[in-house]
Structures are given as structure tokens and as C-alpha cells.
């Protein structure tokens, strides 16, 4: 059974940039995909990103190109979801999510992260 | 890219049936068997609930069950509980410019 645990809640300024660490245990990391997506404030749910470690193969939104990089330790069975350039409507929840298909199971606790001065 | 539609809110009593419609494009929920249905109570983590369309994960109660018809994929409740109650999100493989995925607006069930 996999578990995804994240690392805990942020508190950032404008401008500066956000590292979320997400420790997968069981044995899939190798063969899993992992996500990340978020959920801003009484909104809906944003995908961001995907990186199938296996692989090496790493995915965008569109919205977040530039501004995200996914990356993952084998080491560690850990992955990472970085996001530079941090705006006040960056303030959500992030959630990495799993799954050896097309959909996401299971997600990690959520770890939130507000933007502010 | 643009989210999947939904409606808003979605009651009815214990026992009865409800349907919560997901509608995108031909890139998207037309195009793919990728649909997924995710739970989400409040202050957790959504739960996966349905997966390729019409799959259930083990654990998941049969009363729920997906479909899908052209660019429209749909989540059907049966003998609803209070449970249920909760946020629903439907998701989808997405191929609009770049590999993606795209979830939808949302659908908050009341069980009346």
C-alpha cells in the first residue's frame, strides 16, 4: 500500500520561491507516476505537473511552464515540486497524488502554502 | 486550458439516485477513455472513486458507478447516504496543445 507524505505548511513573500518535498513509501516509486495539483481557496483542483521517475519523463501545465520544475530522488523515494516567483494567488494547498494509469491514487496529506507580505 | 464542466451542487434525500455531469471537449473526455471520479470531504484529501471511465478502485462502494457518452462523462450515485455528502471532481487525459490533464469545476452533493 503506498502512502505519500509531504512536507509541511509555508509561509512565503511575493517573489520568492516555494521547494514541497513528497516521500512515497512502498515499492512503486519505480513504477508510478507522480503528480502534483493544487487547490486554491475554495476553488477547484489545478493540475500542475507529472514525473514518471522510470522514465525520467516530466510533464507541465502549460500555466505553470516556466515557474515549476518537478524533479525526484530515487535515493529517497522522494519528489519534489518547486515553484519560483511566488504571487498572492498562489496560496492553496498543494497535493502530490500517485498512480499507475491515467488518474491519481493515493494523494499525500496536502500541504499549504500562503503567499503574503 | 480550460476546466471540465460540471454543476455546481447537486441534492437529493437518502436512497434516491443522483447523476453529476463532466463535460469537455473532443481533446479531452471525448477523446480518451482517462475519466476519473475523485471524492473529496471537507479539509481532506480528495479520494479516488472511479478511474477509466467506468472502473472502481477496491474498497469503493458499488453504488458508484461512471459512464460516458461523446465529450460527456457522468458519475451516478445510487441509494444515496449521508456520507456521500461531500465535494466530487471529475478529471480527464488531456492532449489541448501539450500531454495533460484537466480536472473539473467541482460538484458539491448535499444528501437533504
Known amino acids: 500500500q503506498v502512502q505519500l507524505v509531504q512536507s509541511g505548511a509555508e509561509v512565503k513573500k511575493p517573489g520568492s520561491s516555494l521547494k514541497v518535498s513528497c516521500k512515497s513509501s512502498?515499492?512503486?516509486?519505480?513504477?508510478?507516476?507522480f503528480f502534483w495539483v493544487r487547490q486554491t481557496p475554495g476553488q477547484g483542483l489545478e493540475w500542475m505537473g507529472r514525473?514518471?521517475?522510470?522514465?525520467?519523463?516530466?510533464n507541465y501545465a502549460q500555466k505553470f511552464q516556466g515557474r515549476v520544475t518537478i524533479t525526484a530522488d530515487e535515493s529517497t523515494t522522494t519528489v519534489y515540486m518547486d515553484l519560483t516567483n511566488l504571487k498572492s494567488d498562489d496560496t492553496a494547498i498543494y497535493y502530490c497524488?500517485?498512480?499507475?494509469?491515467?488518474?491519481?491514487?493515493?494523494w499525500g496529506q496536502g500541504t499549504l502554502v500562503t503567499v503574503s507580505s | 486550458q480550460s476546466a471540465l464542466t460540471q454543476p455546481a451542487s447537486v441534492s437529493a434525500s437518502p436512497g434516491q439516485s443522483i447523476t453529476i455531469s463532466c463535460t469537455g471537449t473532443?481533446?479531452?473526455?471525448?477523446?480518451?477513455?482517462?475519466v476519473s471520479w475523485y471524492q473529496q470531504h471537507p479539509d481532506k484529501a480528495p479520494k479516488l472513486i472511479i478511474y477509466?471511465?467506468?472502473y472502481r478502485p477496491s474498497g469503493v462502494s458499488d453504488r458508484f458507478s461512471g459512464s460516458k457518452s461523446g465529450n460527456t462523462a457522468s458519475l451516478t450515485i445510487s441509494g444515496l447516504q449521508a456520507e456521500d455528502e461531500a465535494d466530487y471532481y471529475c478529471?480527464?487525459?488531456?492532449?489541448?496543445?501539450?500531454?495533460?490533464?484537466?480536472f473539473g469545476t467541482g460538484t458539491k452533493v448535499t444528501v437533504l
Open positions: 497524488a500517485t498512480g499507475s494509469g491515467n488518474w491519481f491514487d493515493p
Open positions: 512502498g515499492d512503486t516509486f519505480n513504477k508510478n507516476a
Open positions: 514525473i514518471i521517475p522510470m522514465l525520467g519523463s516530466i
Open positions: 473532443s481533446s479531452d473526455v471525448g477523446g480518451y477513455h482517462y
Open positions: 477509466d471511465v467506468i
Open positions: 478529471s480527464s487525459f488531456s492532449s489541448t496543445n501539450t500531454l495533460s490533464y484537466v
